[in-house]
């Protein structure tokens, strides 16, 4: 067991030693357990491998590794092979033996197992061939692949903790001015300068104050938090630990929702192997910073992402927010000064410290700098997490690492900013993304997710959707965001549902209006961003549902029939069988037909029809 | 110390600490408040006591609440325009959707052109009547008992004792947040011995004079014993209290 | 004996003399949990329920009065936060967990379909449990593994890209199984 590191010089001397004992000849085979891979059965897959290695008496010369989220979701379970960089696909545990056998310890490819890019054809063998990570940066998940979040030493051996070595001599001055200076933005939704927060809590009077880590991360369909955290831990504790020293802080929290178990072990994990090292606690490397963090769960609450309710949470009160005319850098948790600082904001401060805000500031836009993960999910090929330069396009990032919607279907809208952001058309697909681009063009950035759509998507529906969402994480609190979220939700459900007029949609923009302007906090404020987006880009579709009683993208139940097409159907009663309503009938054979009074639009037929002979309307 | 400020072109001397509510009604002016009190901290709950204020150097103007903005030097205040209208109406024919029948809401939907209601009445709610604005929650809890308690949240939170008890168990029978609830839906039903409540029964001690109930007997071992000094009561009713020292006072040999 | 197994000892006592006749609430568990935090600190209310949650798989009414108690906090506080946060449960909860992630990269690919598909067959609606306590229906906003969407979670395994026949498939053999401790 490593004794404490006394001080930088110490810490340099573990990393050397860490370095001599890894030969860098030695191969590493990672697999991820990310929660997506982890979800599909990544777990069995090292197991196998680490038996499988063991079997061949390898396990000297051959290390397995768990690690955390690579990205690349969509072609999970992956297998990555180092030092060659080789990276197979949908790993299953039979493939395992073979992939020692024949790569590991021959050197051979199991072509079978390799990325084809679909245009090209082309097999890939190593992630900068992959057009999903070609597209990208990794500035902030480049290590996912490369460490075991459970061990500090992986991190420490790959340069971890240096910059917090650097900050220390830099001075906390020096540190604070390289903050404001890179740029960094907020990375969890609202992009306010980091820098600039940084020096607010720093002047805040006060001798007590805390840096709190938002892991809340409610946007449905965003897991870059979870990645960075279950993937690296350690990269957001140095983040903390920097910005405690610039702010004269001695005491943090992760607030990480209930909702990421791992997340929570991990980090619990990675502080406690910190403290063990006395890179947390007394005396840190023997500088005059002592500083400790405590882990606390969320209990279920989107609102909790929002600061000042995240901090009524670790009170021990309802999520409820306040106003915040006295900031929460001079009144904060339990009044005092305070830093609430996304995971992702987090993760970028070790790279500012040691390579400089100059360097920070030579990636991304003039009002955007630096790298930022977006979660690309939904109606696309390459689901999975994207990291890019601020400025790259929608298009570069839907169509380039994403590799454009699936079947054929047309693009419709990529939806940012969560519930809190609007839905981009076609037309906006060159737009270059940063936190002003968004705004101008009615969405937001948010935390990054990205969701992609296609014709068969809804415009109203989704819309719909968030409100619903919305309505049900309110706090409670406000008359206009508490009913008036759950009104707006039943107006858009008469829109859906075929009820709906141009009074209806007259109505809905009118309360959205007032939910919009007398709210407390932004859950109430930007949740009518939604609908409002979808009626500023897609009207056409709201009108054909209150005109023409139409669902144009077929998905409205109420607005849609199912039926069989005759020139397709050969009767072999599989939809009648599985139909839940005993609607279809039909002799073998012969063309089967669905009772419209019985039909409850529940789309089983579709599902299992292997001639496509189902038809919506 | 006390601060200057502007409401509606006039200026406004008010405290240190006080809301911009609180200075206005102090001014003569009448802002719209369901969810406020002066005894308990402010929550903005009911969204009607919205002002249009600027900031000294500042050229952007906020539409805002009144409540929970302390007074500052230089602040503007408008409290009347037509943008703080229409989201006002906006907000009653919301809080109407919960308590169509208060008359406090009726003369406010009157004062501020809400004639037709847009919303139908919500009629399943646990507590008829009831707009959320927990002011009941928070005076029992300025008065120490923390009877009731917020439950839930959204459209779904309610007030009631915790646990989901029929009677609450914590509570003394005082009647404060009866006095504070702007609708007037808790209910409470007095005869000339008991008071039931939240689904309590008390017994209300009666005044030894005049035989009229004072308090119930909860409530007052509360407050004595919350007060540290002798039963205060003495049996008797603050009339009657009043009578009794005039009579003193009047007794020939004083 | 130590001061503060003093105190644990009288606190168990005077738990014990609290506790409703007939409440089936281990006591001893629930004092265990709340002595691993320390007495009075409001902040760790939300933890505290977390742990309990876990210890007795929802939150009795005896351990929330115990926990006020512990804290220092109006026992109305304790419901009002336990209320508040949609993952604690203040009923009993049933033996199987069907839960159908309705994040947005899912509801796309069509998550509401397997939530009805759930309802139809078992009765049981969105964020209830079954009168048998069998099983409980549950809806989640995104657990981060969008690229196998839609999916659900039965008793812990997460199934990907689902269909609602799958889905009819699976809770049937879940209601048969033997539920996780």
Redesign the interface.
């Known amino acids: 067991m490593t004794a404490r590191l006394a001080d930088p010089g110490a810490l340099a001397r573990h990393r050397e030693a860490l370095a001599a004992v890894r030969s860098s000849e030695r191969s590493v085979v990672a697999v991820c357990v990310g929660?997506?891979c982890?979800?599909?059965g990544a777990i069995d897959v090292y197991q196998a491998l680490r038996a499988e290695v063991e079997a061949h008496g390898g396990a000297r010369d051959v290390e397995s590794r768990a690690t955390g989220c690579q990205g690349f979701?969509?072609g999970?379970p992956l297998l990555l092979l180092f030092p060659e960089g080789i990276v197979y696909q949908h790993v299953r545990v039979k493939d395992v033996p073979e992939i020692v056998e024949k790569t590991v310890l021959g050197g051979e490819l199991v072509e079978r197992l390799l990325y084809v890019d679909p245009p090209t054809d082309l097999q890939c063998r190593r992630e900068e061939e992959i057009p999903f990570y070609r597209h990208q940066q990794r500035t902030l998940l480049r290590d996912n692949g490369l460490l075991d979040p459970n061990s500090i030493d992986d991190y420490i051996a790959l340069g971890g903790y240096s910059a917090l070595a650097k900050s220390l001599d830099m001075g906390s001055d020096a540190v604070l001015e390289e903050v404001k200076r890179s740029g960094l933005r907020g990375r969890g939704g609202a992009g306010f300068p980091t820098g600039r927060k940084w020096e607010a809590c720093r002047r805040a009077e006060g001798e007590l104050k805390y840096v709190v880590c938002n892991a809340d991360e409610?946007?449905?369909?965003?897991?870059m938090d979870?990645?960075l955290l279950e993937g690296n831990p350690h990269s957001v504790l140095e983040g903390m630990i920097i910005g405690a020293f610039a702010m004269g802080a001695r005491e943090g929290h992760v607030y990480v929702r209930?909702?990421?178990p791992v997340a929570v072990e991990r980090i619990t994990h990675a502080i406690e192997e910190a403290r063990a090292l006395g890179l947390l606690g007394e005396a840190i490397l023997g500088s005059e910073l002592s500083f400790d963090l405590r882990v606390?769960?969320?209990?279920?609450?989107?609102v909790c992402g929002e600061a000042s309710a995240m901090m009524a949470?670790?009170?021990?009160?309802?999520?409820?927010p306040r106003?915040r005319?006295i900031h929460l850098s001079d009144k904060g948790l339990?009044g005092r000064p305070t830093n609430l600082n996304n995971v992702e904001t987090w993760a970028n401060v070790p790279h500012i410290a040691l390579k400089g805000a100059d360097w920070y500031r030579s990636v991304g836009t003039e009002g955007s700098a630096g790298t930022k993960i977006f979660?690309l999910?939904?109606?696309v090929n390459n689901?999975?997490l994207v990291e890019v330069p601020m400025g790259t396009t929608l298009r570069d990032i839907v169509f380039g690492a994403g590799g454009g919607v699936p079947g054929g279907k047309a693009f419709k809208a990529v939806?940012t900013g969560?519930p809190s952001g609007g839905c981009l058309p076609a037309d906006k697909l060159d737009v270059p993304v940063d936190f002003d681009t968004l705004v101008a063009e009615g969405s937001m950035m948010g935390s990054g997710?990205m969701?992609v759509?296609d014709e068969d998507?809804c415009m109203v529906d989704?819309a719909k959707?968030?409100l619903r969402?919305l309505?049900?994480?309110?706090?409670?609190?406000?008359?206009?965001c508490?009913?008036?979220l759950?009104?707006l939700h039943d107006l858009l459900g008469d829109i859906t549902e075929g009820r709906g007029t141009r009074t209806t949609i007259a109505?809905v923009e009118?309360?959205a209006?007032?939910v919009e302007?007398?709210?407390?906090c932004a859950l109430g404020t930007s949740a009518v961003n939604p609908v409002l987006s979808t009626l500023r880009y897609f009207r056409e579709e709201y009108l054909a549902h209150v005109d023409d009683k139409r669902c144009p993208a077929a998905v409205c139940k109420a607005l849609i029939t199912f039926g069989i097409d005759a020139e397709r159907c050969n009767g072999c009663t599989l939809c009648a069988l599985?139909c839940?309503q005993h609607a279809i009938t039909g002799e073998k054979k012969q063309l089967h037909a669905i009772d419209q009074e019985l039909c409850i639009k529940?789309?089983?037929c579709k599902?299992?029809c292997n001639r496509d002979a189902v038809l919506v309307h | 110390m006390d601060v200057e400020l502007i409401i509606d072109d006039v200026q406004v001397t008010a405290p240190e600490g006080a809301s911009v509510l609180d200075a206005a009604r102090r001014a003569g002016v009448d802002i719209p408040a369901l969810c406020h009190h002066e005894a308990v901290p402010a929550?903005?709950?009911?969204?009607l006591c919205?002002m249009e204020v600027r900031r000294p150097g500042r050229d952007w103007v906020q539409?805002t609440?009144s409540c929970?903005?302390?007074v500052s030097a230089g602040l503007v205040v408008v409290t009347d325009s037509p943008?703080i209208r229409?989201?006002r109406a906006?907000?009653l024919q919301?809080?109407l959707?919960?308590a169509p029948d208060a008359p406090v809401l009726r003369r406010l939907a009157e004062e501020f052109g809400v004639t037709k209601p847009?919303?139908a009445p919500v009629t399943d709610a646990p507590l008829q009547d009831c707009?959320?604005c927990e002011l009941c929650v928070r005076v029992c809890s300025a008065l120490g008992y923390d009877a009731l308690a917020?439950i839930?949240?959204?459209?779904?939170?309610r007030i009631g004792p915790p646990f989901g008890q029929a009677a609450a168990e914590d509570c003394v029978g005082c009647g404060s947040c009866v006095e504070a609830c702007p609708t007037d839906c808790i209910a409470m039903e007095d005869t000339a011995t008991t008071r039931t409540i939240w689904g309590r029964t008390f017994d209300l001690q009666a005044c030894e004079r005049c035989g009229r109930p004072i308090a119930t007997r909860e409530h007052a071992a509360a407050t004595a014993a919350a007060t540290e000094l002798p039963d205060k009561n003495d049996g008797l009713c603050d009339g009657c209290k009043r009578r009794l020292v005039s009579e003193r006072l009047a007794a020939p040999g004083r | 004996m130590s001061e503060r197994e003093a105190s644990s000892e009288a606190r168990r006592a005077a738990a014990m003399e609290r506790r409703p006749s007939g409440a089936l609430l281990d006591i001893s568990a629930t004092l265990t949990i709340l002595e691993r935090y320390p007495e009075q600190d409001?902040?760790?209310?939300?933890?505290i329920?977390?742990d309990l949650q876990a210890e007795f798989r929802y939150l009795p009414e005896a351990a929330l009065r115990e926990t006020a108690a512990y804290?220092g906090?109006p026992r109305a506080?304790v419901y009002?936060?336990a209320t508040?946060?949609?993952?604690?449960h203040i009923e009993p909860r049933g033996e199987h967990t069907c839960t159908v992630c309705?994040?947005?990269?899912c509801?796309?690919?069509?998550a509401p379909?397997l939530l009805?598909?759930v309802e139809?067959d078992t009765g049981v609606a969105a964020g209830a449990t079954a009168a048998d306590l069998s099983l409980n229906v549950e809806e989640?906003?995104?657990?981060?593994?969008?690229?196998?969407?839609p999916?659900v979670i039965l008793d812990g395994d997460?199934h990907?890209h689902m269909?609602?026949?799958n889905l009819?498939r699976l809770v049937t053999k879940l209601l048969e199984k033997e539920g996780p401790e």
């Open positions: 929660t997506g982890r979800a599909n979701c969509q999970g409610g946007d449905p369909g965003a897991f979870d990645a209930q909702e990421y606390s769960r969320g209990g279920g609450a989107f949470s670790l009170e021990g009160r309802r999520g409820v106003r005319l339990w979660s999910v939904g109606k689901t999975g939806q969560g997710g969701i759509m998507t989704v959707y968030f969402f309505a049900s994480e309110s706090c409670g609190n406000c008359t206009s508490r009913d008036g759950a009104i109505l009118e309360l209006d007032t302007a007398t709210s407390l599985r839940p529940c789309g089983i599902d299992v | 929550i903005a709950s009911c969204r919205l539409l609440t929970d903005y302390p943008r229409k989201h906006m907000n919301l809080l959707r919960r847009l919303f707009i959320l917020a839930g949240r959204g459209e779904h939170k | 409001p902040g760790e209310l939300v933890n329920l977390h804290l906090l506080q009002g936060v508040f946060y949609h993952g604690f309705m994040g947005t990269a509801h796309v690919r069509g379909r009805e598909q139809r989640v906003s995104c657990v981060g593994a969008c690229a196998i969407g999916l997460t990907g269909t609602p026949d009819s």
